[in-house]
């Protein structure tokens, strides 16, 4: 079955770095959509980066130039390499996985997604 476990969540300065990693397993990267969301309490699920084997990568206004998804699928992993973090940064970060397919505009909605992880917090303070 498809699962997707996040880790590299923590707790860091204003202007810092963090590097999440996601493990994927039960299907094939070249056939899935992947991505990375966040949602702070009491906010919309935000969708921040996006990546798909053969196609450029789609990343949030909010994060473009700060974060870099990359994808190995020899391991099967998914990363997040976020730099100059800031204190709206905070929030739980969540990897996804699509088998749905969709148009390339929605790449960023949560609702494309059919498979998440179970999310790990990342703290940053000021």
């Known amino acids: 079955r498809v699962q997707l476990v996040e880790s590299g969540g923590g707790s860091v300065q204003a202007g810092g770095s963090l590097r999440l990693s996601c493990v994927a397993s039960?299907?094939?990267?070249?056939?899935?959509?992947m991505g990375w969301f966040r949602q702070a309490p009491g906010k919309e699920r935000e969708g921040i980066a996006a990546i798909n084997i053969g196609r450029p990568t789609r990343y949030a206004d909010s994060v473009r130039g700060r974060f870099t998804i990359s994808q190995d699928s020899a391991k099967n992993t998914l990363d997040l390499q976020m730099n100059s973090l800031k204190t709206e940064d905070t929030a739980v970060y969540y990897c996804?996985?699509?088998?749905?397919?969709?148009?390339?505009?929605?790449?960023?909605?949560?609702?494309?997604?059919?498979?998440w992880g179970q999310g790990v917090q990342v703290t940053v303070s000021s």
């Open positions: 039960g299907f094939t990267f070249s056939t899935y959509c």
């Open positions: 996804a996985a699509s088998s749905l397919g969709g148009a390339v505009s929605a790449i960023l909605r949560a609702h494309t997604y059919n498979y």
